[in-house]
């Protein structure tokens, strides 16, 4: 059963920036990568995929500030936000067909 395992999570102040990665324990060349988010108290909600080939999807609300990409060499999907805010806080979860990492947690407080 292949993993996918998310780390770079934390606690950062507003406006900071973070990386955050997700390793899987195959290959992923082939195939989408998705992230999620899961908010306390909210539905998980997806916010940016990537392709096989590297073409870069993000959800409108987080337009201009998330931005995904693929290490395929890695197998390696990583996910930069800049100026969080503390709605970004939440639980970070990248996906793969029907493989989900255990998550990452970022907190954005003053």
């Known amino acids: 059963q292949a993993r996918l395992v998310e780390s770079g999570g934390g606690l950062v102040q507003p406006g900071g920036s973070l990386t955050l990665s997700c390793v899987a324990s195959?290959?992923?060349?082939?195939?989408?990568m998705y992230w999620h988010r899961q908010a306390p108290g909210k539905q998980r909600e997806w916010v940016a995929a990537?392709?096989?080939?590297?073409?870069?999807e993000v959800d409108d609300s987080v337009k201009g500030r998330f931005t995904v990409s693929r290490d395929n060499a890695k197998d390696t999907v990583y996910l930069h936000i800049d100026d969080l805010q503390p709605e970004d806080t939440a639980v970070y979860y990248c996906?793969?067909?029907?493989?989900w990492g255990q998550g990452t947690q970022v907190t954005v407080s003053s």
């Open positions: 990537i392709t096989s080939n590297g073409i870069p």
């Open positions: 195959r290959s992923i060349s082939s195939i989408a």
């Open positions: 996906q793969s067909d029907t493989i």
